[in-house]
C-alpha cells in the first residue's frame, strides 16, 4: 500500500509540471460530455473500527460524469455501487463482514495536459446501507453518511476510453446513535475504466469548416517580382465565417510547396464575427528556387486559416491555382519594375568591369569626374565586343508598354545579353545599368513613349555643369547634382558623345509635355523591386580587347575636353575677369594640365592680388604635383588670411581645411589630419560627410588607404563664398 501510494503522488506532481501547450486548452479542446466507469478500490482503514479486527475492504461501483461546456475544468460525478468488508478475526471470521451499498455525489476538477493524459481533484458526499448478516442484534443493516476526497490520474490510449489511478481517502459516519465501532478514516488506491461519449475534435469527420472560401484573385506570378510579393499583394481571397458564433484568432497564410521555405502569414485578426466576409490581400517571400523555372509553370497554392472555435483549434485550407513566369518576364503596368533586373551583384558583370577598369587605369584623368569617365568606358567596351541594338521580333517594348492590355514581355538578364551580344532597348538598358551600378555610379531609366534607355549621375554640382558639358541641356539636374541621360541603342553605331546628345534630345523634346516622360532612379525602384538573385557560375564572356578599349576611351575623352575647355577659352578672350582666369585653370586642372592651369591662376592673381581663390588652387596643383609639404605651407597662407579677415567659417575656409586634412593624411600625419577635418566639420557637418575617412585612420593603420585616398580629386575653389 505505501508503494502504490508514493506512486501517486509521483504521478500527482508530474502531471503538474507536465506543460502545456500554450496554444491549445487541451482541457476545453478534448471535452467529452458524459463518461461511464466501473471503479475497483482497495481500503485500508487509517482510524476508528473499534473492535480492532483487521479488514480486507475493496470497492465495486459504476460511475457517471457530465463535464459542463461553459466551464470544461469542472465534472459533475454520481457514482454508486457495494463495498466489501471481509474480517480477518481467527476467532470469529464472520462475525463483522459486510456489504456497504452506497451511493455518492460531487464535483471534480480535472485538468488535461494533453489528450492522453490528465489529472484530477475530486470531492463527494453521500449515504451507505450497510448489511452485517452475522449480528445476532438488527442484521438488517446500519446506515452510514460518507465523505470522500480523491485524487484522480488518468491516461487515455483513446479519446472515447480512460484508465484512471485514483488514490482516495473516505470517512464513514454511523447514524446509529449506539452502533459505532464501523466508524472511520479509509484510504484506498483504486482504478476506474471509463468509456467517454462524443466525437475525437482530431478525427478526420469531426473537422469544423465555418470558413468559407470565395473569390480567390491570383494574377499570374513573376519570378523576378520575388521580393515585391514579400510585401506587396500577389492577389486576394475572401474568407466568410459561416458558423453559429464568432471565431477567435484567427490566422490567415499562404504556403507553396517547393517555392517557399515556410507559409507567409498575411493576417491577423482578433475575432470574425458570425455571416462576417473579409477579404484578405495575400503575399509571400518566395526562396531561390523561384529563379529556377523555366518558361511558364502552373502552380497551386495553399491558403489556410487557422482559428479558434468552442475553446477548440481549428485549420482549414483551400487551394488556389496560378501561372508562374520564369526571371525574365514581366508586365509593363509598372515601369519601375525593371529594377528588378539591374543586377549589380553579379558576379560576372563584376569580373567585366573589372577588365575595363584596369585596361584604362592608365589613360584615367586623375582630376576629372570619375563616374563619367567610367560610363564611356563601359560604353567602349561593350562597342568592342560587338554589342548591339535588335529589337525583339516578337514583342518590342513599343508595342507592349503602352497598351491597355497586360501583355507580358520578356528582359534579359545583362549576363544572358553580353553573352549574345544583342538586345532590344528594355535589354540595353538593363545591362549598361547594372555595369555601371557594379562600379559604384548611381543609375536611372529613362522612359519616353515606346522606349526606355539610360541615365547616370557624375555626382558633380549643378551649377557647374560647363565642367561636364558647356550645353546645360546636356545635362539633366536632379537635387543640385547633374545626371547625363544617354541612348545606349547607338552601341556599335556611334561614340559616346552622339550617344549622350541623342539621349539629351529625346529628354528635352517633351520638356513642354512633361508627363509623357519618366526619369526613375535605380535605387529608388530597387527598394520595392529587388534585383533577381543569381547562381554564381563562369560565363566565358569574351572580353574584347583592353587595348582597343582604352583606345576609344582616350579618343571620346579627348572630344569632351575638347568641348568643355573651347567654352572656357571662350570666356576669358571675351572677357578677361579673374573669375574667368580662375575657371580656366580649374577646367585645366581636371583635365591634367597643369602647367597650363598655373598660368590661368596666375593670370587670375595678376588681375587681384586679394583673390584668394587661385591662390587655393595654387596650392592645390602643388598636391597634384606630390609636393605635399609646398601645398601644406601655401594653405596654411591662405587660412592666415581668411581668419584675419574674419571669414575663418567660410566656404572658402572649409574648403582650405578639408584641403589641408587631405594634404596631412597623404603624408600619413593622421592626428593633423584629424584636425583640420574636425575644424572642416564644424564649418559644415553635411558638406564635409563624405571625407569622414580623414578622421577615422589613426597612425596604425595602414599607410596603404593612405596612398589609395591620394588619387581622391582635391577640391578647387571657384568662387570665395
Keep these: 500500500m505505501k508503494r502504490i501510494s508514493l506512486l501517486a503522488c509521483i504521478l ?10 500554450g496554444k491549445i486548452n487541451n482541457t476545453a479542446y478534448y471535452r467529452t460530455p458524459f463518461s461511464l466507469g466501473l471503479n475497483y478500490t482497495a481500503f485500508n482503514p487509517l482510524s476508528g473500527i473499534e473492535t480492532g479486527t483487521p479488514y480486507n475492504i475493496f470497492d465495486l461501483s459504476g460511475n457517471v460524469r457530465y463535464t459542463f461546456k461553459a466551464l470544461p475544468l469542472l465534472q459533475a460525478e454520481l457514482s454508486g455501487g457495494m463495498s466489501q468488508f471481509d474480517s480477518q478475526n481467527t476467532l470469529e471470521p464472520d462475525k463483522w463482514d459486510s456489504v456497504n451499498y452506497f451511493g455518492l455525489g460531487g464535483f471534480r476538477l480535472n485538468h488535461k495536459t494533453s489528450k492522453t493524459f490528465e489529472f484530477g481533484l475530486g470531492l463527494s458526499g453521500g449515504m451507505a446501507q450497510g448489511i452485517y448478516e452475522n449480528l445476532d442484534d438488527d442484521p438488517a443493516g446500519v ?15 483513446s479519446y472515447n476510453m480512460s484508465i484512471e489511478l485514483v488514490p482516495a481517502l473516505r470517512y464513514q459516519y454511523s447514524l446509529d ?17 471509463s468509456f467517454r461519449f462524443g466525437k475525437d475534435p482530431d478525427s478526420p469527420d469531426a473537422a469544423v469548416k465555418n470558413i468559407r472560401f470565395s473569390d480567390p484573385d491570383i494574377q499570374p506570378l513573376f519570378a523576378a517580382m520575388q521580393s515585391y510579393y514579400r510585401d506587396n499583394p500577389l492577389g486576394s481571397i475572401t474568407i466568410e465565417n459561416t458558423g453559429k458564433s464568432s471565431l477567435r484568432d484567427l490566422t490567415i497564410s499562404f504556403f507553396q510547396s517547393g517555392f517557399m521555405d515556410g507559409p507567409t502569414i498575411v493576417k491577423k485578426i482578433d475575432s470574425l464575427e458570425k455571416g462576417e466576409p473579409l477579404s484578405v490581400p495575400l503575399t509571400a517571400v518566395f526562396n531561390k528556387e523561384i529563379f529556377l523555372t523555366e518558361g511558364i509553370t502552373p502552380l497551386t497554392g495553399e491558403v489556410k486559416v487557422s482559428y479558434t472555435f468552442n475553446n477548440r ?38 569580373n567585366y568591369t573589372s577588365f575595363i577598369r584596369k585596361s584604362c587605369k592608365e589613360d584615367q584623368i586623375p582630376n576629372y569626374n570619375e563616374k563619367l569617365q567610367g560610363a564611356v568606358q563601359i560604353y567602349h567596351a561593350l562597342n568592342e565586343i560587338g554589342c548591339i541594338y535588335q529589337a525583339d521580333p516578337l514583342q518590342p517594348f513599343a508595342s507592349v508598354s503602352d497598351t491597355e492590355n497586360m501583355i507580358v514581355d520578356s528582359v534579359s538578364l545583362s549576363r544572358r545579353t553580353l553573352s549574345k551580344l544583342t538586345g532590344d532597348c528594355d535589354d540595353l538598358t538593363v545591362m549598361y545599368l547594372s555595369l555601371l551600378e557594379t562600379i559604384g555610379i548611381p543609375t536611372a531609366f ?19 555643369f560647363g565642367r561636364i558639358h558647356p550645353d546645360r541641356d546636356m545635362t539633366i539636374n536632379i537635387d ?70 582604352s583606345m576609344a576611351f582616350r579618343k571620346d575623352m579627348s572630344g569632351i575636353t575638347d568641348l568643355v575647355l573651347a567654352e572656357f577659352y571662350k570666356k576669358v578672350a571675351e572677357k578677361e575677369t579673374k573669375q574667368n582666369f580662375n575657371r580656366l585653370g580649374i577646367a585645366l586642372a581636371e583635365f591634367n594640365s597643369l602647367d597650363k592651369a598655373r598660368e590661368a591662376f596666375l593670370s587670375s592673381i595678376a588681375l587681384d592680388g586679394n583673390y584668394l581663390s587661385p591662390r587655393v588652387n595654387l596650392a592645390n596643383l602643388e598636391y597634384l604635383n606630390s609636393r605635399f609639404n609646398k601645398a601644406i605651407e601655401q594653405l596654411n597662407i591662405t587660412l592666415s588670411i581668411l581668419e584675419k579677415q574674419g571669414r575663418s567659417r567660410s566656404n572658402a575656409a572649409l574648403i582650405v581645411n578639408l584641403n589641408l586634412s587631405k ?45 589609395e585616398q591620394q588619387e581622391e580629386q582635391i577640391i578647387f575653389l571657384d568662387e570665395e563664398e
Excluded: C
Design 446 to 464: 529613362i522612359t519616353v513613349p515606346g522606349h526606355i534607355y539610360t541615365a547616370f549621375n557624375t555626382g558633380a554640382d549643378a551649377r557647374s
Design 480 to 549: 543640385g547634382e547633374l545626371w547625363i541621360p544617354l541612348e545606349i541603342t547607338l552601341l556599335g553605331k556611334t561614340g559616346f558623345l552622339e550617344a549622350w546628345k541623342n539621349g539629351a534630345e529625346q529628354w528635352n523634346k517633351l520638356e513642354d509635355t512633361p508627363e509623357k516622360r519618366r526619369l526613375y532612379i535605380t535605387a529608388e525602384a530597387q527598394k520595392v523591386f529587388r534585383p533577381i538573385g543569381l547562381t554564381e557560375t563562369d560565363l566565358g564572356l569574351q572580353y574584347g580587347s583592353g587595348e582597343s578599349i
Design 12 to 21: 500527482l506532481i508530474g502531471s503538474f509540471l507536465y506543460s502545456q501547450d
Design 663 to 707: 594634404a596631412h593624411y597623404a603624408m600619413e600625419h593622421f592626428s593633423e589630419a584629424n584636425e583640420y577635418f574636425k575644424s572642416a566639420e564644424a564649418i559644415d557637418r553635411k558638406k564635409t560627410a563624405e571625407y569622414s575617412y580623414l578622421a577615422s585612420v589613426s597612425s596604425g593603420d595602414s599607410a596603404t588607404r593612405a596612398a
Design 313 to 350: 483549434p481549428v485549420e482549414q485550407t483551400y487551394p488556389v491555382s496560378y501561372d508562374l513566369y520564369d526571371k525574365t518576364s514581366l508586365i509593363w503596368d509598372d515601369d519601375t519594375k525593371v529594377a528588378a533586373f539591374i543586377t549589380p551583384a553579379d558576379s560576372a558583370l563584376q
Design 177 to 193: 446513535p449506539v452502533f459505532k465501532e464501523m466508524d472511520g478514516l479509509f484510504f484506498g488506491i483504486g482504478g476506474t475504466i
Design 143 to 157: 446506515r452510514y453518511a460518507l465523505g470522500q476526497g480523491s485524487i484522480h490520474i488518468g491516461l487515455s490510449p
